[in-house]
Each structure stands twice: as structure tokens, then as C-alpha cells.
């Protein structure tokens, strides 16, 4: 099993977040795609709601906690403080 983690600031934020980098939204940010935390996705999904939009999917394991991830996947995370 593949096992693939980030940890990046969020494109909309700022805040850094742990994600999968192959489920995690996107959006653009100075030109580039840049990840999406999951507070700014259930932001923009109550926005959308309110003005009769799609609300924006989420993969499965997209923002599972790297911990949590990690041993699933069988290999120790290494933690810094």
C-alpha cells in the first residue's frame, strides 16, 4: 500500500494542515493550484448552500490525521515538535 502525506499551509488560510496530496481539494492561488484545508471547504460549502451552489466533494482519506494514516499504512510517522 502506497502511503503519501503532506503537510502544507492552506492556499486560502494559510494554516498548515496534514493531507493526502492525491485526494485533498485544490484550489488557485497566485497562479498555481495550491491544497485546501478542510475548515475552508465546510466554509465555502455553507457559502455555496446559501446561494443554491453544489456543495465542493471531499475524498475519502483526504484529511485523515497522519497518525492515524501512517499506521494504517504500516510505517511510523515521525513526529517534530
Known sequence: ??????IERCCACERFFGFDPERVP???ADGKPGPVCRDCIDEANRQ??????????????AY???????????IIPILHS
Not at 446561494?51 to 475519502?60: A, F, H, K, N
Not at 485523515?64 to 504500516?74: D, F, I, K, N, S
Open 48 to 61: 455555496r448552500r446559501i446561494y443554491g451552489l453544489p456543495v465542493l466533494s471531499i475524498r475519502p482519506v
Open 1 to 6: 500500500m502506497k502511503c503519501s502525506v503532506s
Open 26 to 28: 485544490s484550489a488557485m
Open 64 to 74: 485523515t490525521p497522519l497518525v492515524e494514516y501512517c499506521q494504517h499504512a504500516r
